[in-house]
């Protein structure tokens, strides 16, 4: 933790917001196989350095059908929260999340970092990453219910509530891809696959001046589909 904390003190001393990389903000409804869509991503980049697939820690144990994430107790995780050791926590369900502080250090070099977030934490994600890709993953309400009971977690009177809910919640400002993940998993991966090739190559070229595009992130610039002379693209 005194390393985290380390890591926060010394980035606040810059200006925020956090430049050179890319924060990747995969967000959507439970159900909608974020963490699946982000292990297909994985798995096709297991080599690729650039990117940094960001670990989450959370107040309840690791659950090893879904997400593996590192735990910790209540108390303690207010406590390291209290010591910076998060660059970005919030709660959600009645637990608590957090992003490692070392995720601002990993932006700051100029890498992709990729993380599952909630939607109520996009304008402090905003705030905090000059170059934030949203990603959006969603599929169909009977899929969603489906999967949803399949966890075993919630009856199903919260499983309805739970869908309201995120039947309510919409996205806004610029920069949001959607990807329908209610079919095959391969489909969903490979468009979130080329988010993140997208993200790494803006990355690639930020030294040069480029300007990540807002079909994929929230701030300035137009889609590319072809590389310039310096690096950069273009439409």
Not at 23 to 35: L, M, Q, R, T, W
Not at 155 to 181: C, F, H
Request: net charge negative; hydrophobic share 45%; glycine share 8%.
């Amino acid at each position: 933790m005194m390393a985290s904390a380390l890591i926060e003190r010394e980035l606040s001393a810059a200006a925020f917001p956090i430049r050179d990389g890319v924060f990747v903000a995969v967000v959507g409804p439970s159900g909608a196989g974020k963490d699946t869509v982000i292990g297909y991503a994985r798995s096709r980049f297991v080599d690729e350095t650039r990117l940094e697939f960001v670990r989450r820690v959370i107040t309840r144990p690791s659950d090893t059908a879904s997400e593996d994430h590192d735990t910790l107790a209540d108390a303690a995780f207010v406590e390291a929260e209290a010591d910076g050791a998060f660059a970005i926590s919030w709660e959600a369900h009645g637990l608590r999340y957090g992003i490692p502080a070392e995720v601002d250090r990993s932006v700051a070099n100029g890498r992709v970092a990729i993380a599952n977030v909630s939607r109520a934490i996009i304008p402090a994600l905003r705030d905090r990453y000059a170059n934030l890709a949203i990603v959006e993953i969603t599929a169909a309400p009977e899929i969603l219910a489906e999967r949803l009971a399949m966890r075993g977690r919630e009856s199903r009177g919260e499983v309805l509530a739970r869908l309201a809910r995120s039947a309510n919640v919409a996205l806004s400002g610029p920069g949001v891809t959607s990807i329908d993940n209610s079919g095959p998993r391969e489909a969903a991966g490979e468009r979130f696959a080329d988010v993140l090739r997208k993200a790494m190559a803006f990355s690639d070229g930020a030294d040069l001046g480029c300007t990540l595009p807002s079909p994929l992130v929230g701030e300035g610039g137009s889609a590319r589909s072809a590389e310039t002379e310096e690096g950069c693209w273009t439409e």
